[in-house]
């Protein structure tokens, strides 16, 4: 769960900071191992404590003492300080937001692009209601940018208008056009609610857009963001968490409580360290620490999970020729590792899930227990000199066969 939102939630009912708030992620991943939240040297304080409650241990989150600010954005003000949001791209956790600053006595702050009369705005439409707001910033429309991409407005992600699905640029024919199609021909169930990670998963969303009928079962499908957008075609990049005719958007913090229910049927996030034993790092990569985001509440619910990513990274160049991929150049680092630096996803809780691992050279599965089990391998690939050389560990491999090829066809 992402920071801001973790501490939105604490703040929002109670800003004293004894408030708690308790999960039951896993005890085995870089949160849950007993490091009391602390990811840096200079962190002393625990906020993270193991309690148990009946059966079960559970994670306690302890609130910090007071949100001084809330910097926010909508599309509408009126005189009366009410926030609507009919043209962004997303809720976010604005509300949750303004409210833990508001409660805990700090100032909240609302970039828009209008000021309308007080009594002009349906109070359907009020997302932030006046009375937690103390200040509207009216932004001229060159400063207040729709998302990172790009400052035009886009009504098909804002839910005005739909865009034709022909207006879906194709991805081009490379290592993450590979990766995101094999890994759509594993969504193996109607109107299946999937979730798509930033990054190299956010090319499975076009994919299945340009070539779902290769898939019958990605065809009547709900891709989701943990941002907040369900249905329609999730966009990547600067855009990521949006989506192109979305068929419903909610608050981030309501989309985490879906997921945390058990609501993901497929997860399909990313992998930037993989160890033997099927344990995934996308969060710490010192001097970098980006973070584990929603990855850690998605991939323990999730009923399904696949972590895609390419072979190696870095410079990794590729190339097909007669329906066989070619390795032009590796990657400077290596991702399959004897041990990952700091476990993000732990395999040891994936208590009977379908794990996968998707490469554009080599496909893995988790064997429980046992660790990784190389299972498909891409025509053209020289198994031992471009997979098993590579790798850290040796991975079981009991049968492999080749990756379905229609994923190396334009």
């Known amino acids: 769960m992402s920071l801001n939102l973790l ?27 007993r490091q009391g939240g602390k990811l840096t ?26 949100v001084h ?10 005189l009366d300080g009410n926030i609507s949001f009919e043209k962004e791209a997303l809720y976010l956790d604005s509300l949750n937001m303004a409210m833990a600053a508001h409660n805990s006595g700090g100032v909240v702050i609302v970039q828009v692009e209008r000021i309308v009369d007080r009594g002009t705005m ?40 739909r865009a034709p699905i022909s207006s879906i640029v194709a991805l081009p024919m490379n ?5 995101a199609h094999r890994t759509m021909l594993m969504i193996d169930r109607p109107h299946a609610i999937v979730n798509l990670g930033i990054g190299m998963p956010e090319g499975v969303a076009t994919i299945c857009t340009t070539h779902g ?55 399909c996030l990313g992998m930037a360290e ?16 980006p973070g584990c985001g929603g990855f850690i509440d998605i991939s323990q619910t999730a009923k399904k999970v696949i972590f895609v990513g390419s072979f190696t990274s870095g410079g990794l160049k590729v190339h097909l020729e007669g329906g066989k991929l070619q390795i032009d150049q590796e990657g400077r680092s290596r991702k399959f590792t004897k041990k990952v630096q700091q476990k993000t996803f732990a395999a040891s809780s994936s208590n ?15 064997v429980e227990g046992k660790g990784l089990e190389l299972v498909e391998v891409a025509p053209g690939v020289d198994i031992q000199k471009d997979v098993l050389d590579l790798m850290g560990f040796r991975p079981l491999m009991p049968q492999v066969k080749d990756m379905d090829r229609r994923c190396f066809s334009k």
């Open 69 to 78: 600010a809330a910097l926010l954005r909508g599309t509408t003000a009126d």
């Open 274 to 289: 993989v160890d033997e034993e099927g344990n995934v790092n996308v969060s710490y990569f010192p001097p970098r620490t």
């Open 352 to 366: 009977g899930r379908p794990i996968m691992y998707v490469t554009e050279r080599a496909v893995f599965k988790l």
């Open 175 to 179: 290592e993450r056009k590979i990766i």
């Open 7 to 33: 501490t939105a939630l604490l703040l929002t009912v109670n800003p004293s900071p004894v408030t708690r708030q308790c999960t039951p992620a896993p005890m085995h991943d870089c949160i849950g191992q």
């Open 122 to 161: 349906n109070t359907r439409n009020a997302h932030i209601p006046g009375a937690i707001v103390d200040k509207i910033v009216l932004a001229p429309a060159e400063k207040h940018w729709m998302h990172l991409g790009s400052q035009h407005y886009d009504g098909s992600l804002s839910g005005e208008v």
């Open 213 to 267: 009928h290769h898939n019958p079962s990605a065809l009547p499908i709900n891709l989701s963001t943990e941002a907040g957008s369900i249905g329609g075609v999730p966009t990547g990049g600067l855009r990521f968490g949006a989506s192109h005719n979305a068929a419903a958007h909610m608050p981030c913090a309501s989309m985490i409580d879906f997921y945390n229910g058990g609501g993901v049927d497929v997860a």
């Open 41 to 66: 040297s200079p962190d002393q304080a625990d906020i993270v404590h193991l309690v148990q409650m009946g059966k079960k241990q559970l994670l306690w989150y302890e609130a910090p003492p007071k």
